[in-house]
């Protein structure tokens, strides 16, 4: 069986086979049908399924085999490319597919599980739960008591872990009460992006980063996830959860682990989150004084998106009037250690601003004697730009002499560029399930988040929401806008500005 395994990789819970039977509940799903089949399918395409790897599809509704294998094609044409459809590899695909309708809370369907692993070989079983959080333990308890688990198991959920640390700590213990952490792999899908993956590669592969990645040579680091659209019909979830724990809890701190963290001791997965989790103890706090000038909580009104005008959060269907969740958290905070004292981390995030884009800035010190144009200095200062989308690239913002006789020494900033697309033209660049769901079938742990991770990440998450208690109005922004106003002040008041260049 081939373990496709890349050289020089450690494993951080022994080698496995990547010929698995996937059990997929949630199969009729959005997350199945818009990232979880074309990903497998992709997988498929390239050759890094094994042949005797199944799925079996576990949902509610009444369908047949058939029937479910139609709407796995009929996904898998909306969500791949016309020219990334082959029809062998489609027909390949399809026929790996099984379906089992159950409710997951009952046990005694779960013997469907069971007799279908019995049919197939000894293949290890990976449990993929794309459905709430609140059932994870009934089908982590129910998968057991039925005998479909064995030794080699392993479960993949997803985020929300909880909406607090009490209740993630339910949920972890639910899950843990069947599969052992080296078998538990909690995706956030971030990590598997090209580019987060190349911060470990630019940090810790190149002398020109790693010398200069610290409070001596940077000045502040700026972390913007903007998404473009609304609540788009999840009104019932995002009202409980809010911006900060469904953004900022999960995506942003782990950008803020993988940027300051120290160099781990090799490429093993431990070895990678203890030294997030070094950063997440050493976050920042915030007092009560803190709030008012360090955080901005916003909630958007109607305004216009793409030229068309869209309703304000109040006024989604479904929506409670009275509500006062956040659609918007901007935030000054920072890494109390050696190599950050002092260094503040800018992070903001929402819905309905003008564009989809998630960018890390790193701003570098000034040169500390400057002998151009007085007028210029304003320019001088490097900048690191990493996009993780739309489209994702590096890019080195840096200063050279303007072209022309009349210019004499004046400056000019570009960039020394790196678009994966066009540097990579020839090669597709995988989207961060495949890598993440390749990832599980060979055993490797490091893409995903630990247990520890989960509550120190919702300990400081949980102390910021206690804060606001008091203070229970968002700051209102148009829809089509870069959020609150204050968001803005708050940057301002330390003599910078928000980086845009989108």
């Not at 709430?132 to 089908?139: F, K, P, T, W």
């Not at 090209?194 to 040579?217: C, D, K, S, Y």
């Not at 002040?489 to 989108?502: L, N």
Request: glycine share 8%; hydrophobic share 40%.
């Amino acid at each position: 069986m081939s373990q496709h395994k890349r050289p020089g990789e450690a494993r951080s819970s022994g080698d496995f086979d990547t010929e698995i039977d996937l059990a997929l509940f949630g199969a009729l799903g959005d997350l199945s049908q818009r990232k979880l089949y074309p990903a497998l399918y992709q997988l498929d395409r390239e050759g890094l399924l094994d042949e005797g790897t199944r799925l079996l599809g576990v949902a509610r509704q009444e369908v047949d085999a058939e029937g479910f294998r139609s709407k796995v094609e009929a996904a898998l044409k909306c969500h791949v490319k016309a020219e990334e459809m082959d029809r062998a590899v489609v027909k390949r695909f399809l026929a790996r597919l099984d379906y089992c309708q159950l409710d997951a809370t009952q046990p005694e369907g779960y013997a469907a599980i069971r007799e279908w692993r019995q049919a197939g070989s000894s293949r290890p079983l990976v449990v993929y739960l794309a459905v709430g959080a609140s059932l994870y333990g009934d089908i982590c308890r129910h998968l057991e008591a039925s005998g479909s688990l064995d030794a080699r198991s392993r479960v993949v959920v997803e985020k929300p872990i909880g909406f607090d640390l009490v209740s993630s700590r339910e949920v972890n213990d639910a899950i843990g009460a069947v599969f052992p952490e080296s078998r538990i792999y909690r995706i956030d899908h971030y990590l598997g992006k090209e580019t987060v993956q190349n911060l470990i590669a630019l940090r810790f592969a190149n002398p020109l980063f790693g010398t200069q990645w610290n409070q001596n040579h940077i000045s502040h680091v700026e972390i913007t996830v903007a998404e473009k659209v609304g609540i788009e019909g999840r009104w019932g979830y995002f009202d409980k959860a809010g911006q900060l724990r469904d953004m900022v809890q999960n995506h942003l701190l782990q950008l803020v682990c993988l940027i300051a963290m120290d160099p781990p001791a090799n490429l093993d997965a431990d070895a990678i989150r203890d030294e997030k989790v070094k950063v997440l103890k050493a976050l920042k706090p915030f007092t009560d004084d803190m709030l008012g000038r360090d955080v901005v909580r916003g909630q958007y009104i109607a305004g216009t998106s793409d030229g068309q005008s869209v309703p304000g959060y109040l006024e989604e269907d479904d929506a409670n009037t009275d509500s006062h969740t956040e659609t918007f958290v901007a935030m000054k905070t920072g890494v109390s250690n050696w190599r950050w004292a002092g260094v503040p981390f800018y992070l903001r995030t929402g819905k309905r601003m003008p564009a989809k884009m998630s960018q890390i800035v790193i701003h570098f010190r000034q040169q500390p004697h400057y002998i151009f144009d007085p007028d210029q200095r304003a320019l001088a200062a490097n900048k690191l730009v990493i996009r993780l989308q739309p489209e994702e690239g590096i890019a080195l913002e840096v200063l050279t002499k303007d072209s022309g006789l009349d210019k004499g020494m004046r400056l000019r900033k570009g960039p020394l560029h790196l678009d994966f697309n066009s540097a990579f033209a020839k090669s597709r660049i995988p989207d961060a399930y495949e890598r993440l769901l390749l990832e599980v079938m060979k055993g490797q742990q490091y893409l995903f988040v630990r247990r520890d991770e989960v509550e120190h990440a919702w300990r400081w998450c949980d102390s910021l929401i206690a804060a606001w208690q008091d203070d229970q109005a968002p700051r209102r922004y148009p829809a089509g806008s870069w959020g609150p106003v204050a968001s803005i002040a708050m940057i301002t008041q330390d003599g910078r500005s928000w980086y845009e260049d989108y």
